[in-house]
């Protein structure tokens, strides 16, 4: 299952805008990716009343992943990989 880990850097966590522009990236790239604190069950990271609902505050590692049976016909676990990639950068720039 391709996977990344990221720090959330928005000062406000993921609520509010911060929340708002990750999950539109998410849903954008066309992918079911899940996002999850340590020792909890991933949540649709395309849902933003989820991703909202988990409380992933400034500083909280996160892992956001894609079960490779979920990836789109046409498309490539590499370019699930290079998705993950993009997201976490995203997370870890929001200083919002």
């Known amino acids: 299952m391709p996977a990344r880990k990221?720090?959330?850097?928005?000062s406000i966590g993921l609520h509010a805008r911060p929340a708002a522009a990750f999950v539109r990236a998410v849903t954008q790239s066309g992918l079911p990716v899940t996002i999850s604190k340590?020792?909890?069950?991933?949540?649709?990271?395309?849902?933003l009343l989820e991703v909202m609902t988990e409380d992933f505050s400034?500083?909280?590692?996160?892992?956001l992943a894609v079960r490779p049976d979920a990836v789109p016909a046409g498309s490539s676990p590499a370019a699930a990989?290079?998705?993950l990639a993009e997201l976490c950068a995203l997370l870890e720039s929001?200083?919002?």
């Open 81 to 83: 990989e290079r998705v």
């Open 94 to 96: 929001q200083s919002g």
């Open 58 to 63: 400034c500083g909280c590692e996160v892992e």
């Open 6 to 10: 990221a720090v959330v850097q928005a």
């Open 38 to 47: 340590a020792g909890r069950p991933g949540v649709d990271a395309r849902s």
